[in-house]
């Protein structure tokens, strides 16, 4: 590890040294050295905008996000990753970076305010009671601004990717009772699509959430046909 950050502080500031201490970052997270990923994420950030390279300073960012939710066990976490999502659609000209940071933001909002069961409103505190009714309507707000960014789109993997993100976090996140009329819309909408762009693996997770979904509501025959068609799927994607 040493051999490699004495390698990059002997390399001169560039966009080029920003992005490689990005990857070099994410490679140290992905072993379990968060506070090491910071800081070299950091350094990575610092140098970006010092030369000016807006869309690296982004991607930067997006990594700090990432590191930043993975590890959000407190309220701290959440806001700081809240934040980089935040300054990426800030920072960012790249319309697919843009959205991807603000479905990104919308997941770690809706993970942080999980939207309590309409019984248990009557136990929470005042300001608990405040702090959720702020929470939904910002989630409803950037749920708004998500689907309209998506509707905007032209036909393909990023829409088709988008599409797929908002339904599970609606399906992850949602208060006890997900609204699945809309889950199960985008869904389909993503299935129509990936089948177009001849995405098994999209296509797969999208018929194979579905058949989750109809599980659920014990639409039996249904749910068997949809999960095989996923699995099918699948390993068509697998030997190809």
């Not at 990426?88 to 479905?103: E, F, R, Y």
């Not at 993970?111 to 136990?123: D, G, Q, T, V």
């Amino acid at each position: 590890m040493q051999a490699v950050e004495i390698a990059f502080d002997n390399a001169p500031d560039s966009p080029l040294k920003a992005a490689g201490l990005r990857t070099w970052a994410d490679t140290v997270a992905l072993v379990g050295d968060s506070k090491e990923a910071q800081k070299v994420l950091q350094h990575s950030l610092t140098i970006a905008q010092s030369v000016r390279a807006t869309e690296e300073a982004a991607q930067t960012l997006m990594s700090l996000g990432h590191l930043a939710g993975s590890r959000a066990d407190n309220q701290t976490d959440f806001l700081d990753a809240l934040n980089f999502y935040k300054q990426v659609q800030q920072t960012t000209k790249n319309s697919d970076l843009q959205i991807q940071a603000q479905l990104n933001y919308f997941r770690t909002l809706s993970k942080y305010n999980l939207r309590p069961r309409a019984s248990e409103i009557s136990k929470l505190s005042t300001a608990r009671v405040t702090t959720v009714a702020n929470t939904i309507e910002a989630l409803d707000q950037v749920q708004k601004e998500i689907e309209m960014r998506l509707k905007e789109l032209p036909p393909g993997r990023l829409r088709v990717n988008g599409l797929l993100n908002l339904s599970q976090t609606l399906l992850d996140y949602s208060q006890a009772t997900p609204p699945k009329d809309k889950i199960v819309a985008l869904l389909l909408e993503a299935n129509r699509e990936a089948e177009q762009l001849k995405d098994d693996r999209a296509q797969s997770y999208a018929i194979g959430t579905l058949g989750h979904l109809y599980e659920q509501d014990q639409r039996w025959a249904e749910a068997e046909s949809l999960t095989n068609q996923a699995i099918v799927l699948a390993l068509r994607q697998d030997s190809r």
